[in-house]
């Protein structure tokens, strides 16, 4: 019978459940195979009192040692299940839990966006070319005399000079695109009236980075171009514009300007929408800002493209995207938007 007990405590010890089956239930037979009531332990007490009585003592102790062996390692087996169950938990790939945070739109692109989805409203399509631009698609298509400043390396980053005959001294000269009017030229080269399109991208210009100026920033061109196109098509337009784009309260005036790719030429001004036309230091004083340059478009520069000016007119305008960010959201500094600081962009998290 001693034998029989220390074989049992072997087989007890070296006892274990797999996780492959339902553990709590191994747990639960290996209890009852040892200690229920019909189990080993119970049956080797009926034998033990059987037993002679000078083996008794040494019986007797070493069946309780079984027992306490068999007890010890149901608890054992216990705390493992319970251990192991709460990791399952944890492990529940169905719980609830917290979103990790979401980026957000770059406050350029949201207006950028914004500026896409008005003028789409009323059938412009974008149109996009490259930031690295020669010199007749951004100045001599545009009807830029040979002598203007735009022309000059103080405002324009050049890449390096080709030869063409188009331009007024022979020389090609291939420059980072000054703006994004050079995308008119390639969509008139390409294509017959209606043209309607407007076209969002980054310019250069070689300016000294303040607040208020920098030497990377964004522009949106609009072109239009059909039968019958008149200056009353391109004010309504920009009126349209005005009030999608900062309220239906917004009132607008144009004041004659100047562009060699325009005429006549305005620059477009907006009722303050800070406080709302009264005068604050915002619009210095004047109740008005400036936000935008247009005109019709000069019948050399359709010509230039290969559109009967005689058949077509067109309008156009051009506006810096930075600037309409800064006066819809308040902004006081340029150099925000090229910082990435996450202070200043997570301002924008709620706006698409
Ligand atoms: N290209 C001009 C600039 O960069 C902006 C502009 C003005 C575009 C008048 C136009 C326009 O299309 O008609 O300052």
Same mark, same amino acid.
Not at 14 to 38: C, P, S, W
Not at 75 to 104: H, W
Not at 246 to 267: N, V
Not at 293 to 299: H, R, T
């Given at each position: 019978?001693?034998?029989?007990?220390?074989?049992?405590?072997?087989?007890?010890?070296?006892?274990?459940?797999?996780?492959?089956?339902?553990?709590?239930?191994?747990?639960?037979?290996?209890?009852?195979?040892?200690?229920?009531?019909?189990?080993?332990?119970?049956?080797?007490?009926?034998?033990?009192?059987?037993?002679?009585?000078?083996?008794?003592?040494?019986?007797?102790?070493?069946?309780?040692?079984?027992?306490?062996?068999?007890?010890?390692?149901?608890?054992?087996?216990?705390?493992?299940?319970?251990?192991?169950?709460?990791?399952?938990?944890?492990?529940?790939?169905?719980?609830?839990?917290?979103?990790?945070?979401?980026?957000?739109?770059? $406050?350029?692109? &949201?207006?950028? *966006? %914004?500026?896409?989805?008005?003028?789409?409203?009323?059938? /412009?399509?974008?149109? +996009?070319?490259?930031?690295?631009?020669?010199?007749?698609?951004?100045?001599?298509a545009l009807n830029f005399?040979?002598?203007?400043?735009?022309?000059?390396?103080?405002?324009?980053?050049?890449?390096?000079?080709?030869?063409?005959?188009?331009?007024?001294?022979?020389?090609?000269?291939?420059?980072?695109?000054?703006?994004?009017?050079?995308?008119?030229?390639?969509?008139?080269?390409?294509?017959?009236?209606?043209?309607?399109?407007?076209? $969002?991208?980054? &310019?250069?210009? *070689? %300016?000294?980075?303040?607040?208020?100026?920098?030497?990377? /920033?964004?522009?949106? +061109?609009?072109?239009?171009?059909?039968?019958?196109?008149?200056?009353?098509?391109?004010?309504?337009?920009?009126?349209?514009?005005?009030?999608?784009?900062?309220?239906?309260?917004?009132?607008?005036?144009?004041?004659?300007?100047?562009f060699p790719f325009t005429e006549p030429s305005?620059?477009?001004?907006?009722?303050?929408?800070?406080?709302?036309?009264?005068?604050?230091?915002?619009?210095?004083?004047?109740?008005?800002?400036?936000?935008?340059?247009?005109g019709m478009v000069d019948p050399n520069v359709l010509e230039s493209?290969?559109?009967?000016s005689?058949?077509?007119s067109g309008?156009a305008?051009?506006?810096?995207?930075?600037?309409?960010?800064?006066?819809?959201?308040?902004?006081?500094?340029?150099?925000?938007?090229?910082?990435?600081?996450?202070?200043?962009?997570?301002?924008?998290?709620?706006?698409?």
């Amino acid at each position: 019978m001693k034998e029989k007990i220390q074989q049992y405590i072997r087989d007890i010890q070296e006892t274990t459940i797999d996780n492959i089956h339902d553990q709590a239930a191994q747990v639960e037979m290996f209890r009852v195979k040892y200690l229920g009531k019909k189990g080993i332990i119970s049956q080797l007490f009926d034998e033990f009192k059987a037993a002679p009585s000078d083996q008794k003592r040494e019986l007797g102790q070493i069946l309780n040692q079984l027992k306490n062996v068999a007890q010890q390692k149901v608890e054992e087996f216990k705390n493992l299940v319970e251990q192991q169950s709460d990791t399952a938990v944890s492990a529940d790939l169905t719980r609830p839990t917290d979103f990790s945070a979401l980026g957000s739109r770059h $406050p350029l692109s &949201v207006v950028m *966006n %914004e500026i896409t989805d008005i003028f789409g409203r009323i059938g /412009f399509t974008v149109a +996009e070319s490259g930031e690295i631009e020669d010199d007749w698609h951004l100045f001599s298509a545009l009807n830029f005399p040979p002598d203007h400043p735009a022309r000059d390396m103080q405002d324009t980053f050049f890449v390096q000079k080709e030869t063409d005959p188009r331009t007024p001294s022979g020389a090609q000269e291939i420059a980072l695109r000054t703006h994004t009017s050079s995308v008119q030229v390639r969509v008139m080269e390409h294509s017959k009236p209606p043209i309607r399109i407007i076209a $969002p991208g980054r &310019v250069f210009r *070689n %300016e000294a980075i303040s607040a208020r100026a920098h030497c990377i /920033f964004h522009q949106v +061109e609009a072109l239009y171009v059909d039968r019958h196109v008149t200056f009353a098509d391109l004010k309504q337009t920009l009126l349209y514009f005005a009030k999608e784009m900062f309220g239906s309260q917004t009132k607008m005036r144009l004041r004659p300007s100047y562009f060699p790719f325009t005429e006549p030429s305005a620059e477009m001004d907006i009722s303050c929408n800070i406080c709302g036309g009264k005068g604050c230091n915002i619009c210095k004083g004047t109740g008005w800002l400036e936000i935008l340059g247009c005109g019709m478009v000069d019948p050399n520069v359709l010509e230039s493209c290969g559109i009967d000016s005689k058949q077509y007119s067109g309008f156009a305008l051009g506006m810096g995207v930075e600037r309409m960010a800064m006066l819809k959201y308040q902004i006081r500094d340029l150099r925000l938007y090229f910082e990435n600081d996450l202070r200043f962009l997570s301002q924008f998290d709620n706006i698409i």
